[in-house]
């Protein structure tokens, strides 16, 4: 049975994600009436969940309550300071430590550790937070089209990226051996699962990593490096970011069947610049690839 601390800590994690995604002018109208330092400091209060969580299981340490509650407010003194320094927001080297820390926080799951095993999504959507607090609330960038409120473009974009990727992708996966096909038709088991799976991807997988890889790091990169050479270089770093996945060393075939589709949620998301409609093609491939291809 799950401990009500650790639903309580589950709500308090989602709120800033799903405001943000679905009420995002009330998230920033509320933070604008704050003095400056509150607003800085205000993070801080994504240690809430780590405590109530360890607090339940047996796992409290005061070293990760301290960078859960300093790291959040370290990246929005960053990211503050990048707004300040970049009023036209072409991009400071701030905005890019903050995603490296924040990439690589992750792919390595450097925090991991501090949650039990069956509990680590906290440190994920944590971070993500954080993130969300620093470059849309406090460095205002825009053009990130974190809106989740779908609508039939957003599906239309999305759906139509999935159709020219998917051709691509099971001869290229099937020819490298990283795909294998388990059947055309789906067992009754699957197609009950599927839809459950697919929801839990959309918002746990996708986007976070499409608010990541396209709205914050393709967004920024094109002001430096244009329209064509940033989804080229944003595919690039996607793929890479999963060269530890499913494999010990690094998995070239995973880093390859990555970036090529990082080209095509890029696709997607640049069509209208919403982050939805890269996070359905992303989210389609990934259920896909799990119930039949895996």
């Not at 954080?130 to 460095?139: D, H, K, N, T």
Request: aromatic share 16%; hydrophobic share 55%; proline share 5%.
């Amino acid at each position: 049975m799950i401990h009500p601390a650790v639903v309580v800590a589950a709500l308090l994690t989602l709120i800033p994600f799903l405001t943000a995604a679905f009420f995002p002018s009330y998230l920033s109208g509320v933070s604008r009436t704050l003095p400056t330092w509150v607003r800085l400091v205000r993070p801080s209060v994504l240690c809430v969940p780590y405590l109530l969580v360890a607090g339940s299981t047996g796992t409290f340490h005061w070293y990760w309550l301290a960078l859960y509650g300093l790291v959040p407010v370290a990246i929005a003194l960053l990211l503050w300071q990048a707004g300040r320094v970049d009023p036209e927001r072409r991009g400071n080297w701030r905005d890019f430590l903050v995603l490296g820390t924040l990439g690589l926080a992750v792919d390595l799951r450097w925090f991991e550790h501090a949650w039990p095993a069956h509990l680590s999504v906290f440190n994920k959507i944590l971070l993500l937070d954080a993130g969300i607090y620093g470059f849309l609330v406090l460095r205002q960038l825009d053009g990130v089209g974190f809106d989740l409120r779908l609508r039939a473009r957003d599906w239309g974009v999305g759906l139509r990226e999935l159709a020219i990727y998917t051709p691509i992708a099971v001869s290229v996966g099937l020819g490298l051996g990283f795909l294998h096909l388990h059947g055309i038709l789906p067992t009754w088991a699957a197609l009950m699962q599927m839809p459950a799976a697919a929801v839990f991807t959309f918002f746990f997988i996708a986007v976070p990593e499409e608010l990541f890889f396209r709205g914050w790091l393709q967004n920024l990169l094109e002001r430096r490096m244009g329209r064509y050479w940033a989804p080229a270089t944003t595919a690039v770093l996607f793929g890479l970011a999963h060269w530890n996945k499913r494999a010990v060393h690094f998995n070239w075939r995973y880093v390859l069947m990555a970036a090529l589709a990082g080209v095509f949620y890029g696709r997607a998301w640049s069509e209208e610049r919403r982050v939805g409609a890269s996070a359905i093609t992303h989210a389609a491939v990934d259920t896909i690839w799990s119930f039949w291809l895996r």
